[in-house]
């Protein structure tokens, strides 16, 4: 029966999604606040799922290819949501540039995975992609909190949330680039076939 944990794991994240942003574009301090427990919940499945899967030694094909998208679908999620909370769009914290880039990098490894796997290659992952997700979701958490607070909009911590996001959007642009770089010669063998 343990087999089936990480996966379920994983699916449990994509299903909180969707409640996660509903209670974000809710405009309300209760429903940020269940908003920031989905997220939290999802987050901690993130974390245990692969860990799970390597202790049993059960990781699958299914299980690689989900919970990257999984991650994918959370993180992007949540930003995509804060941009349609006065709080964040008023104060410019979240721009659409971010959003932009954020949601390319993930549609481009997103794709470029699907690919090497329909060909039979594995895409691998590396330590900078797992300390971006790390990273992404501290700024998410920040966010939140940021939200909980009572700042306005020219406070300076406002300003330390436009850096965070800003430094957040680099790394994560950084490690597109890194896992394209890092996959470089399998890609190569998709078209040299």
């Known amino acids: 029966m343990i087999k089936y944990v990480p996966n379920l794991m994983t699916l449990?994240?994509?299903?909180?999604t969707p409640l996660m942003i509903y209670f974000m574009i809710s405009e309300s301090n209760q429903n940020y606040s269940l908003a920031f427990?989905?997220?939290?919940?999802?987050?901690?499945?993130?974390?245990?799922?692969?860990?799970?899967?390597r202790k049993y030694d059960i990781e699958s094909r299914f299980g690689i290819f989900i919970d990257?998208?999984?991650?994918?679908?959370?993180?992007?999620?949540?930003?995509?949501?804060?941009?349609?909370?006065?709080?964040?769009?008023?104060?410019?914290?979240?721009?659409?540039?971010?959003?932009?880039?954020?949601?390319f990098r993930d549609v481009f490894v997103t794709a470029l995975r699907i690919l090497m796997e329909s060909k039979?290659?594995?895409?691998?992952?590396?330590?900078?992609a797992k300390f971006k997700t790390f990273f992404q979701i501290?700024?998410?958490?920040?966010?939140?909190?940021?939200?909980?607070?009572s700042f306005s909009t020219d406070d300076p911590i406002s300003d330390v949330m436009k850096v965070l996001m800003v430094v957040t959007t680099l790394i994560t642009f950084y490690t597109g680039v890194h896992?394209?770089?890092?996959?470089?010669?399998?890609i190569l063998r998709l078209f040299v076939r």
């Open 68 to 103: 990257p998208l999984a991650d994918k679908l959370l993180i992007v999620s949540a930003f995509v949501s804060f941009r349609f909370i006065p709080e964040i769009y008023d104060s410019q914290i979240v721009t659409l540039w971010m959003i932009g880039l954020i949601s």
């Open 37 to 53: 427990m989905f997220f939290v919940i999802a987050s901690i499945t993130d974390y245990f799922d692969g860990k799970i899967a």
């Open 138 to 149: 501290v700024t998410i958490i920040a966010l939140f909190i940021y939200l909980h607070s």
């Open 179 to 186: 896992y394209f770089m890092y996959n470089y010669r399998a």
């Open 12 to 16: 449990s994240r994509i299903l909180l």
């Open 120 to 128: 039979g290659e594995t895409m691998v992952t590396s330590k900078v």
